[in-house]
T-cell receptor
Framework: DTGVSQDPRHKITKRGQNVTFRCDPI?????LYWYRQTLGQGPEFLTY????????KSRLLSDRFSAERPKGSFSTLEIQRTEQGDSAMYLC?????????????FGPGTRLTVT | KQEVTQIPAALSVPEGENLVLNCSFT??????LQWFRQDPGKGLTSLLL?????REQTSGRLNASLDKSSGRSTLYIAASQPGDSATYLC????????FGKGTMLLVSP
């Protein structure tokens, strides 16, 4: 399967703990995006990378969130000191640049529950 | 800031009906617009991408139109089937994708 993959698919954690999610994009895609989706809402943009460079971050991405894409391949999203409001589906997508013509392909998501 | 509205929020139809889902957006300075399907608890599946220079795009029983100047897109589903039951999301693209809340579609046998 050459689609976007995410790991883990589900994560339950206690408030205050740190969590890290991984995303593996489609192999030839140089752009990678992170989104967050809460129940009944559409996904909201968090950040995106072109190769290893993080080009944009949403105001939703507080200081407790950090994302990396160290070698321009897979990416990690870490949330420190989790809060109950962080409970959501975290979606990763990838595409080829440029934005104007490229289709984004999404992974299955990581469901985070903070208790 | 781009705002996306999808109407109706929910739709229930019997199998075989043709239906139209509507999407409106406030900022017409977009590169393209994507329509996605999302099954409960799952990720998004891309259905169609319309470039800003295009008016229509078709894939099987799906047809999407785009009127960029008026900030509108429609997704037409012909001869609906129970397997079409899902939430449909539209997302105009500028620097990033901006999503609406979606239309939840239920097609009954």
């Amino acid at each position: 399967d050459t689609g976007v993959s995410q790991d883990p698919r589900h994560k339950i954690t206690k408030r205050g703990q740190n969590v890290t999610f991984r995303c593996d994009p489609i192999s030839e895609h140089n752009r990678l995006y992170w989104y967050r989706q809460t129940l009944g809402q559409g996904p909201e943009f968090l950040t995106y990378f072109q190769n290893e460079a993080q080009l944009e971050k949403s105001r939703l991405l507080s200081d407790r969130f950090s994302a990396e894409r160290p070698k321009g391949s897979f990416s990690t999203l870490e949330i420190q000191r989790t809060e109950q409001g962080d409970s959501a589906m975290y979606l990763c997508a990838s595409s080829l640049s440029p934005m104007r013509s490229s289709e984004q392909y999404f992974g299955p998501g990581t469901r985070l529950t903070v208790t | 800031k781009q705002e996306v509205t999808q109407i109706p929020a929910a739709l229930s139809v019997p199998e075989g009906e043709n239906l139209v889902l509507n999407c409106s957006f406030t900022d017409s300075a977009i590169y393209n617009l994507q329509w996605f399907r999302q099954d409960p608890g799952k990720g998004l599946t891309s259905l169609l991408l319309i470039q800003s220079s295009q008016r229509e795009q078709t894939s099987g029983r799906l047809n999407a139109s785009l009127d960029k100047s008026s900030g509108r897109s429609t997704l037409y589903i012909a001869a609906s089937q129970p397997g079409d039951s899902a939430t449909y999301l539209c997302a105009p693209a500028a620097r990033t994708l901006t999503f609406g809340k979606g239309t939840m579609l239920l097609v009954s046998p």
